[in-house]
């Protein structure tokens, strides 16, 4: 028995392990998980309905934005046409999800480099280009990285003067370039290859029965992307592919989100594009929301995979019940499986390939 964290660089924050071996051969494999868990729901269930808006951005910390994009669908459900948001903000919404997917597969990738033995160097190439995105996020929202953006009906401010230039700069005449770079020099490599074909293995079969969602589940050649399958705000608008991958290996899950990178980039050449002018918000910006009694389930399709809020309103300030199916926490479930007859070594670049933040998982 090898116990694996809950301190250790290769477990993605606090978590542990317990490896059952023979030598070096993984037979038997248990997450310990709930190092990080803060009382989010229950809390979630204290706030008021805007004040639970800053609380989203802190379940997966590098999707803030689709973190409060989920949200703010659920709690529209409830309050119909009165939160409609305008055209605009459904622009900028899609741009602040998509440029979060980027950001967010770029650091996944360059993690992964990272516990596969490449200390450090693909991950600060792919860094880069996250900092360039954090640099939008901080002149639209305030924050770089609590972002606390959206808003019922829209989001809380307006597109500075300048800003969807400079989108239109970094998504037009670089994105795509900084990701044809990551995959010259990674797909083809001699040790990426080696420690990623045929390793980690997640049959369709296997990826649906454990729920698997996003990277993970599409990896495993299951074509299944909210945005296509039940699209929500303005996705149906856009033109864009679902990657799959043909092995449910770790490969196909780098590679997936490699390849997503690009459709995240080709959706947002179409956003900054067709953008128009007008509100941001259905009517003037409060702070006293009024959500009628009902219950509602939204989600999206975040960088981990399918985000869901289930929100009960009793017709007070604040939800009777609130609760976050969460992407990382689900597709942890299936790591036993991915690791069974592997190597304690390859464990490692495992949980890398599956891109977990334990914000998100102990909630």
């Not at 606390?148 to 800003?163: E, I, Q, T």
Request: hydrophobic share 40%.
């Amino acid at each position: 028995m090898i116990s694996m964290g809950p301190q250790h660089p290769s477990t993605h924050g606090v978590f542990r392990l317990n490896l059952r071996v023979d030598g070096e051969t993984i037979i038997g494999l248990k997450p310990v998980m709930g190092y990080m868990h803060r009382n989010h729901e229950k809390i979630g269930e204290r706030n008021t309905f805007l004040m639970n808006f800053p609380f989203t951005d802190r379940l997966d910390y590098l999707t803030s934005m689709g973190n409060n994009f989920g949200y703010a669908l659920a709690i529209e459900q409830l309050m119909g046409d009165d939160a409609r948001p305008p055209e605009r903000a459904e622009y900028i919404r899609v741009i602040m999800a998509e440029l979060t997917r980027i950001a967010s597969h770029m650091w996944s990738i360059g993690f992964l480099l990272n516990d596969l033995g490449a200390f450090f160097t693909p991950a600060l190439y792919a860094i880069e280009e996250r900092e360039l995105i954090l640099d939008l996020f901080e002149w639209a929202s305030g924050s770089r990285m609590m972002c606390n953006y959206f808003r019922f009906g829209g989001v809380a401010f307006d597109l500075p003067k300048g800003w969807i230039e400079r989108c239109r700069g970094i998504v037009n005449d670089r994105i795509d370039r900084k990701i044809d770079e990551l995959d010259r020099y990674l797909s083809g490599n001699e040790i990426v290859l080696d420690r990623c074909k045929g390793v980690g293995v997640l049959s369709a079969e296997q990826a649906i029965n454990y729920s698997a969602a996003g990277p993970v589940l599409r990896a495993s050649n299951v074509p299944y992307d909210i945005r296509r399958a039940a699209p929500y705000s303005i996705y149906d608008r856009f033109d864009f592919e679902v990657i799959t991958g043909a092995n449910g290996d770790l490969y196909d899950r780098y590679y997936v989100r490699l390849l997503e990178m690009r459709e995240s980039a080709k959706i947002l050449k179409q956003a900054v594009r067709d953008i128009p002018e007008g509100p941001i918000l259905p009517g003037k910006k409060t702070y006293q929301i009024k959500v009628p009694a009902g219950e509602a389930y939204s989600r999206v399709e975040n960088p981990k995979g399918e985000l869901g809020y289930y929100v009960l309103a009793d017709g007070s300030g604040t939800a009777y019940r609130y609760h976050v199916r969460s992407p990382s926490f689900i597709n942890l479930t299936a790591l036993e499986a991915m690791c069974l007859g592997h190597t304690v070594a390859d464990v490692v670049g495992i949980l890398g390939s599956i891109d977990i933040v334990l914000g998100e998982v102990d909630r």
